[in-house]
């Protein structure tokens, strides 16, 4: 099994359970990776621990979205946090994924997508006309001309996005065999989702509840 990139998505304000899920998920057969939410990096010292993680993957889940030179100035004000990754949303436009691109440096910009938490029905209730698959493959030709390192997709998606974009692909929506889905509404086991060609996961709840017990069931799954 060629080892996957998995970022576990830390999602809590409290940085001994942060410290205790790094210390679990020490692994040799999954290259993991940390995801940091809004929730954490806006807590009052959030910022401090992100930038003290040393030889960790560190993936800034901001979700930008904004006017252009709003999403530039909000990458350089949290250059001093030297992520690996960072996000935006492709539905800022055009014109704010590239301003942005140009102050990354060596930071990976990562195109959201829609987000897992909606469907068709979602999407109607918002005023959009496409459908998800549509909407997604759309804005994946604009990730491309943009030139992001990285989408954010489900894995329901995966496939129509390889035929237009060529880099990095993270699914979130993973669930192990047999756990609910929750508020996510497209969703997909890690097995699946590297198989349709995933090239990074995001997982949270399948794992972080037994970290150590969960990353075992993953390893089984994925062999």
Do not use: W
């Not at 704010?96 to 140009?102: C, D, E, F, R, W």
């Amino acid at each position: 099994m060629k080892q996957p990139k998995i970022f576990i998505a830390c999602d809590t304000t409290s940085i001994k359970k942060i410290k205790k899920i790094i210390t679990n998920s020490q692994n040799s057969q999954i290259n993991f990776g940390y995801k940091f939410g809004l929730e954490f990096l806006n807590s009052k010292s959030g910022r401090k621990f992100v930038s003290s993680l040393k030889k960790k993957i560190t993936f800034g889940d901001y979700k930008l979205a904004d006017i252009p030179n709003t999403c530039a100035s909000a990458i350089k004000a949290v250059k001093d946090l030297k992520l690996d990754y960072i996000t935006i949303h492709i539905s800022s436009g055009l014109d704010a994924l590239k301003v942005a691109k140009k102050f990354t440096g060596k930071t990976k910009l990562i195109g959201v997508t829609i987000l897992t938490s909606l469907n068709n029905k979602s999407l109607k209730e918002i005023g959009f006309d496409k459908d998800v698959k549509k909407l997604v493959f759309h804005q994946a030709k604009l990730a491309a001309k943009a030139k992001l390192d990285g989408i954010v997709c489900s894995p329901h998606e995966i496939k129509i996005v390889k035929k237009v974009f060529k880099k990095e692909i993270i699914t979130p929506g993973i669930r192990l065999r047999g756990d609910t889905k929750g508020d996510q509404k497209r969703v997909m086991t890690p097995k699946q989702a590297l198989k349709f060609g995933a090239t990074a996961l995001v997982m949270g709840r399948s794992l972080t509840g037994n970290i150590k017990k969960n990353i075992q069931k993953l390893i089984q799954e994925l062999n």
